[in-house]
DNA sequence: TGAAGCTGATAGCTTCAGCCTATCATTGTT
DNA sequence: AACAATGATAGGCTGAAGCTATCAGCTTCA
């Protein structure tokens, strides 16, 4: 195996075309820089330079080598560069998971600070039910995930809590609770809300606020996304709840639909920030979890 | 400095994601490959793997830079390989240098035989007279040169006799001496022969002939190409001599002109094969020069 | 719950690659 | 003929890189 220091020895002297101010350039000796030439011609099989005593020039296939040779350096240069440069927090690229009735309605509030205050960080999103992302966390795939509730008893992983999410009411036109201003949960009492599938973050929550207030699941009827949960209420299938960042993003400008907050202490979900506790970017991380939390809308509660 | 080996076990590593199974695959032990991978860490300062005393995972920047790593060490194999390859004789770029009045009519007699028989083998030509060219062999710009009477005093270079280039006389429609189907260098008594420049390596051989002849340079005129001189003779500026690769190539075919061979010994100029003796290529130029003379036309006489 | 089996890290030792200084051998210059 | 410059060689030292043996943390399974 040739070594970066040979082809080093030989940039020089290709260059310099001079075995003493080569060696002095890469402040090595003449000898060591000799030996160094020697070693690589011997193990590449073919002779570099042209020696005369009286002065060096490169053979031919030197002169295609020492092209390369120099392309290897700049990017071993590139390289170290690159390492160096990442040791500024929160630069590179960051796999991120959230969930998908997170993702679109939360990122916007922080991703243009985070932008303007880490230039160079890559954010590579992905979106997943929480299960998934818990196993692409685990496994590697991903260093950082956004999700509901996260588990508490896993020592391998940390747990940032950010914010406590409510939930508000979801009613068609002209439904009986639309007149209030705002709900108690037992004003849900006898209804039937359409839910979302597993792995969301958000049919937990409302099936307890279901069991809370005596109310229940559509029997009929289960959603895959929160814009297909809205156009459901609106074509008066039925109510449900939707969390806080949706709301404020998507359905309080839809006039298809009425939507309400609960009395305190209102129903939510919980959004934490999570990664492996091995991770070797835990300030980072940290780092992100401040950003993310100084810049949450009003319609959430900071944890 | 980081070294080609620490970035062959980090390469191994980010593959396997097993500290022992990389030390197998590039058949060292585990201890000396942690050591390794903990000193490009410590050189880059940047932590590359993240260690759970189960698995090994990349971290962000680990993975950016395990891609670069692989790139790099790519780039060296394709070095090496090269390198090796270039140990088949006449291959590589080989820099040629050869006379304005040589190589265009020469070349095609055996460059396709060279391309089939050596294919990796790239030829940069330059053309150039004969003391540049000196200059640019013995100056490390060019490899090989092809000129005519090459210095035999000087022992930094080995200088191979190809062959005798016979001239041919070149005269005017309606020439006097066009009625003969040979001359006699004595028949050009009295002649004005137009000549080259110099640089060429047909200016002396010609003025020699002009001296042992009786005839002399035209005093007005002084060509820069074969061609121009091949014009300026069918507008019956006066007679020249011209080479025989030369004839045999463009003047036979010319019907505004008058070739005539001479008498043996005809006049000639002799072709030779040069290269710095301290050319580690020297065999292969041995080659080189074989092959040219095997593949001569009959209008020359190989030496 | 405790033993067994992985994992990567550490310790102690040996070898050899890489460097230095000093000197040689060759060649071109004065 | 003496001198200067250049790359190669010799001898000796240091430290990097490798090995074997072992440790320490974790998982698995009886």
Redesign the pocket.
Known sequence: MI?L?QLQCFAAVAECL???RAAERI??????L??????LEESLGVLLLE??????LLTPIGRDLAERANDILKSVSDLEEFAHGARTPLSGTLRLGVLRTLGPYLLPHFLPEMRRRHPDLKLYLREDPDDRLLDELTSGQLDLILMASAPRNDD?LTVVPLFREPLWAVLPLGHRLAAKDSLAQADLAGESLILLEFGDGLREPVLALCHAAGSREHADFRATSLDSLRQMVATGLGATCLPALYVDAEALADEQIVVRPFDAPAPARSIDLVWRRTSARSPEFRLFAELVASHLPTVVTPL
Do not use: Y
Request: charged share 25%.
């Open positions: 070594t220091r001079h075995f003493r402040n090595i000796s003449q000898p060591a000799s030996a160094q030439i020697s070693q020696r005369t005593r009286r002065r060096v391998h």
